[in-house]
Antibody, heavy 121, light 106 residues
């Protein structure tokens, strides 16, 4: 089955760190760029970060640059998001998503079910 | 960042109605625009890419048009499964989304 499955979310204190993972199945993971998108009730949908199919190219939203790192392991068909210096504004449902192309063209045709990250003391 | 202004934010419609949603970009994005559908508790689903191309497997009652700064998304005949929230998303520059349009039962 073609799917993406996120894990690693939860409750974290302000200033803390968390690593999200996304397991891909049912397609040739190494052929496609991948992305993290988050959704919060007030801020709506927000693109977070993208990575090219080989992992050589990465792109970040200004709101997370310097705090979040996107990476991938094509041998394991895994996508990651390392998040640090977390604040209340990072509280959201985080989705991993597959791009239609090897490059981060930012058209996403497959999404995971989402994983909740809550930043609170 | 490119701002995407989507309207209306919500609308009420009946099965069989024609539904139109618009999205305006704060600058020219050529045709770098996608439309997604999101149902409660579910992830967004790609319906239209490159402003007017129907994603594989998506019913032909969905369509998109426009270029530059002004874009339109249309459902030609609303079906019961189409009650959902719809988002536009530009990818000319760093991706940004519109605020969404909730299509509700009239």
């Amino acid at each position: 089955e073609v799917q993406l499955l996120e894990s690693g979310g939860g409750l974290v204190q302000p200033g803390g760190s968390l690593r999200l993972s996304c397991a891909a199945s049912g397609f040739t993971f190494s052929n496609y760029a991948m992305t993290w998108v988050r959704q919060a009730p007030v801020r709506g949908l927000e693109w977070v970060a993208s990575i090219g199919n080989s992992g050589d190219s990465t792109y970040y939203a200004d709101s997370v640059k310097g705090r979040f790192t996107i990476s991938r392991d094509n041998s394991k068909k895994m996508l990651y998001l390392q998040m640090s210096s977390l604040g209340a504004d990072d509280t959201a449902l985080y989705y991993c998503a597959k791009d239609k192309s090897p490059f981060a063209d930012n058209t996403w045709d497959l999404w995971g079910q989402g994983i909740l990250v809550t930043v609170s003391s | 960042d490119i701002q995407m202004t989507q309207s209306p934010s919500s609308l009420s419609a009946s099965v069989g109605d024609r539904v139109t949603i618009t999205c305006q970009a704060s600058q020219d994005i050529t045709n770098y625009l996608n439309w997604y559908q999101q149902k409660p508790g579910k992830a967004p689903k790609l319906l239209i890419y490159d402003a007017s191309y129907l994603q594989k497997g998506v019913p032909s009652r969905f369509s998109g048009s426009g270029s530059g700064t002004d874009f339109t998304f249309t459902i030609s005949s609303l079906q019961p499964e189409d009650f959902a929230t719809y988002f536009c998303q530009q990818y000319d520059n760093l991706p940004t989304f519109g605020g969404g349009t909730k299509v509700e039962v009239k």
